[in-house]
């Protein structure tokens, strides 16, 4: 399955039509165009995929923004990541191992690495399942196999 694919799949709830990915960041982020030629940004870390740019010109508007780019390059996360879990190997990304959404710490034991397809995937099942709580609710994380 192709990661196109994937993000339908793990994201369409949220009502994106995938159709290309036209960026990625160390940390998973990945900006995809839609079938109307909308721009989403899907961050893992934080599980939400919103839309971004409603087309190319204003993409193209949001790469000169100064803070959008300090966010998307997550420099200094990256630094941190790359001291704790090494280079990164091919189709992995780092992570955070509890995600931000639920609490999860940016820096410390909480980083780690996974491939992206599987952050593309957790991440969307998380947020489709806490979508509708309201800030602050309490989640209980249940691990199953």
Known sequence: MSLVDEISQSWGWAGIEPVEVVGENDFGNLIIKDEEGKYW????????????????????????????????????????????????AEGRKYCLKIPGALGGEYGGDNLATAPLVELVRMSGDIARQINELPDGAHVKLRVVD
């Not at 939400?48 to 300090?70: K, P, W």
Request: glycine share 4%.
């Open 41 to 88: 940004r899907l961050c893992p870390e934080d599980c939400y995929c919103g839309v971004i740019a409603a087309n190319r010109a204003a993409l193209d508007q949001l790469s000169t923004d100064q803070e959008f780019l300090h966010d998307w390059y997550m420099t200094a996360l990256v630094s941190l990541a790359n001291d704790k879990c090494g280079p990164l």
